[in-house]
C-alpha cells in the first residue's frame, strides 16, 4: 500500500499517493461532506483505501494514460462522476482516437465535462476551471481561494496537473502539445497570489511565488 502524504497550509484537506512509473500524484481532497480524486493513474484499490472507501468526483487534468489510466475501475467502484475537460473528453471515454504517442488505457465515460471559467462545486468547493492547453489540447487547472476555508491564515490551492512543475512545465512535443499555448497558460497562473499551493502531476509541490522566479520569469 502506497504512503499517503499530507499538504500543510492549505485552505482545503489534502492528501495524496505517488503511485506508478512515472511517479504520479494522485491527489485525495475533502471538505468533509464530498472526497475528489485527482488524476487517479493506477491501483484503484490503493486509491480507494487512501479515501475510506468513499469517492465522490474523479477529476481529470488532461488525457494522458499516467493521469487516467485507473479512472474508469475507480468510476466502476465507487459510482463517483467523473470531470474533464470539454476538449480532452472525447479521448479519455473514447470517442475519439487515441493519439498515437499515447499509452492505451481503458477508456472512462466522463459524466461531467468543465470550460474554462466554470465554477465545479463538489461538496462544499467551489473550484475555478482554468484552462491551460499546451501539454495537451485541453489540459485544466483548478483554482480554490483561501477566502473558502475557516482558517484565515490558510493557503489557496491551485491542482496545475502537468502544466506547472516545481521548477518547470509540461512537456510540449507529444501529439496536441504547443508552446506557444504553454506560454499563454502560463501567464494566465502567474496573476495567482504567491502563496497559492501548487499541486503539480509529478514530482514536489511548490507555490505561485516560488516558480515566479523560475518557471514564470523564464517562460511568461
Same mark, same amino acid.
Request: charged share 20%; glycine share 10%; net charge negative.
Given at each position: ?98 493519439? %498515437?504517442?499515447?499509452? $492505451?488505457? =481503458?477508456?472512462? /465515460?466522463? *459524466?461531467?465535462? &468543465?470550460?474554462? #471559467? ?65 506560454? %499563454?497558460?502560463?501567464? $494566465?497562473? =502567474?496573476?495567482? /497570489?504567491? *502563496?497559492?499551493? &501548487?499541486?503539480? #502531476? ?19
Amino acid at each position: 500500500m502506497a504512503q499517503t502524504r499530507t499538504v500543510k497550509g492549505a485552505c482545503v484537506p489534502i492528501e495524496y499517493l505517488v503511485l506508478g512509473m512515472l511517479q504520479n500524484n494522485v491527489y485525495l481532497i475533502s471538505d468533509g461532506s464530498a472526497t475528489i480524486v485527482v488524476d487517479p493513474s493506477c491501483k484503484a484499490d490503493d486509491i480507494l483505501g487512501a479515501a475510506n472507501g468513499s469517492v465522490d468526483a474523479i477529476v481529470l487534468t488532461h488525457r494522458h494514460s499516467d493521469h487516467v489510466g485507473a479512472a474508469k475501475e475507480l468510476r466502476d467502484k465507487t459510482g463517483a462522476t467523473v470531470v474533464a475537460s470539454a476538449v480532452d473528453a472525447p479521448i479519455i471515454s473514447g470517442e475519439r482516437k487515441l493519439p %498515437r504517442d499515447d499509452t $492505451r488505457f =481503458a477508456p472512462c /465515460p466522463v *459524466d461531467h465535462v &468543465v470550460n474554462d #471559467g466554470d465554477v465545479l462545486k463538489i461538496g462544499n468547493m467551489p473550484w475555478k476551471v482554468i484552462l491551460t492547453p499546451g501539454h495537451t489540447e485541453g489540459s485544466m487547472c483548478l483554482f480554490i481561494d483561501s477566502q473558502f476555508g475557516t482558517d484565515i491564515a490558510a493557503a489557496p490551492v491551485l491542482v496545475s496537473g502537468d502544466t506547472l512543475f516545481c521548477g518547470s512545465i509540461g512537456r510540449t512535443d507529444f501529439a496536441g502539445g504547443d508552446m506557444g499555448a504553454m506560454r %499563454r497558460s502560463l501567464k $494566465r497562473l =502567474a496573476v495567482l /497570489p504567491d *502563496d497559492t499551493i &501548487v499541486l503539480p #502531476g509529478h514530482n514536489d509541490l511548490t507555490t505561485i511565488g516560488a516558480e515566479r522566479k523560475r518557471v514564470f520569469a523564464y517562460y511568461a
